[in-house]
């Protein structure tokens, strides 16, 4: 384990914040904030420090993965939601950050519709973890976590 001032940053992508109340049956019945409080404890038992942000936008998310390693962040985990599926944008943000990255997704988007089962930013990431619902997260904070310490 690092030490506790490893920064880490976690990005909900579009809707996310409607977590709860849409689609339940495919996304669970829990928030963003008791989400948030998992990824949080789970990210604490491996020594880091999340910060964590929602965006419905892809600019913004466009942004502040840009300007990750800057603010001190050593990885990202990331859930680019509908965005995985079209946003180049972000695939190039991640690609030029050059730090470790872990791609989530609540549902497995592999035995969905046929347009989520690519993912245009899986080949920029360390890896993906989908299909687990919230349980996706705690498996990419300790995914992160191991990728940290091998490096």
Same mark, same amino acid.
């Given at each position: 384990? /690092? $030490? !506790? ?11 996310? $914040? ?22 949080? +404890? %789970? ?5 880091? $420090? #999340?910060?964590? @942000?929602?965006? !419905? ?6 942004? @502040? ?5 800057? /603010?001190?962040?050593?990885?990202? @985990? @990331?859930? #680019? =939601? ?10 190039? +943000?991640?690609?030029?950050? !050059?730090? #470790? ?6 549902? $497995? ?12 930013? =899986? ?18 904070? %300790? ?9």
């Amino acid at each position: 384990m /690092k $030490n !506790n001032k490893d920064k880490v940053l976690v990005i909900h992508g579009p809707n996310l $914040n409607l977590l709860g109340q849409r689609e339940t049956d495919i996304y669970g019945k829990f928030s963003i904030d008791s989400l948030n409080k998992e990824i949080t +404890a %789970q990210a604490a038992k491996h020594g880091l $420090n #999340p910060e964590i @942000i929602q965006s !419905n936008h892809e600019g913004e998310i466009v942004d @502040i993965i840009g300007q990750s390693k800057d /603010k001190g962040f050593k990885g990202i @985990i @990331i859930n #680019p =939601a509908a965005y995985t599926h079209t946003s180049v944008a972000i695939r190039d +943000a991640i690609s030029a950050t !050059n730090l #470790p990255v872990v791609e989530v997704h609540l549902s $497995n988007i592999y035995a969905r519709e046929d347009f989520r089962k690519t993912s245009l930013t =899986a080949s920029v990431v360390n890896g993906q973890i989908s299909g687990f619902g919230k349980h996706s997260y705690t498996l990419a904070v %300790q995914a992160l976590a191991f990728v940290l310490k091998r490096d």
